[in-house]
T-cell receptor, first 116, second 111 residues
Framework: DTAVSQTPKYLVTQMGNDKSIKCEQNLGHDTMYWYKQDSKKFLKIMFSYNNKELIINETVPNRFSPKSPDKAHLNLHINSLELGDSAVYFC???????????????FGPGTRLTVL | EDKVVQSPLSLVVHEGDTVTLNCSYEVTNFRSLLWYKQEKKAPTFLFMLTSSGIEKKSGRLSSILDKKELFSILNITATQTGDSAVYLCAVPIQGAQKLVFGQGTRLTINP
């Protein structure tokens, strides 16, 4: 019955590898997000998709590429992993993109990525 | 640049104490401020504040917003060990869905 789920929960990999994190929401929401939380717990938005359309694209290296096959899924692919990519990555979703009023975002459990 | 700053960054108190967490912001087109609690995993929503001076309350937690001085406080009374968590403050910007988070306050409640 998980609302926002992510796989895997933990990912340990070597520098230079390519990896993907998957996110799925069963809330019927239109908008999904990827956040990165560093070791100091600072949570920062990376991307947002609304109905498969990219609407927020922060200053993120182009090694990071989000893909939304449908509005219930938003995957994050990372090429040529670097040590600084080690962090917890959170997926979130909201009812819609909230152009006037904020729509509550529901967060997934996070994926802890460790790059060695 | 839009900014959200929380203080203190870390706080350690004894069970039963009352704590006040602070969040100040500088954003354009302010509409609302959010508080989240993050234990081991995902942040969970606590409050959304839109109007100055109106307290939001949920059990032992309460929060208030001051739009003139650009800050909010989160109060927790009669703290319990289960209140130990990182508390995050965030402000939506750019058409309401981009959240700018503060650094968080790590609260530790000792028995």
């Amino acid at each position: 019955d998980t609302a926002v789920s992510q796989t895997p929960k933990y990912l340990v990999t070597q520098m230079g590898n390519d990896k993907s994190i998957k996110c799925e929401q069963n809330l019927g929401h239109d908008t999904m997000y990827w956040y990165k939380q560093d070791s100091k717990k600072f949570l920062k938005i990376m991307f947002s998709y609304n109905n498969k359309e990219l609407i927020i694209n922060e200053t993120v290296p182009n090694r990071f590429s989000p893909k939304s096959p449908d509005k219930a899924h938003l995957n994050l692919h990372i090429n040529s992993l670097e040590l600084g990519d080690s962090a917890v990555y959170f997926c979130a979703s909201s009812q819609d993109r909230g152009t006037v009023n904020y729509n509550e975002q529901f967060f997934g459990p996070g994926t802890r990525l460790t790059v060695l | 640049e839009d900014k959200v700053v929380q203080s203190p960054l870390s706080l350690v108190v004894h069970e039963g104490d009352t704590v006040t967490l602070n969040c100040s912001y500088e954003v354009t087109n302010f509409r609302s401020l959010l508080w989240y609690k993050q234990e081991k995993k995902a942040p969970t929503f606590l409050f959304m504040l839109t109007s100055s001076g109106i307290e939001k309350k949920s059990g032992r937690l309460s929060s208030i917003l001051d739009k003139k001085e650009l800050f909010s406080i989160l109060n927790i009374t009669a703290t319990q060990t289960g209140d130990s968590a990182v508390y995050l403050c965030a402000v939506p910007i750019q058409g309401a869905q981009k959240l700018v988070f503060g650094q968080g306050t790590r609260l530790t409640i000792n028995p």
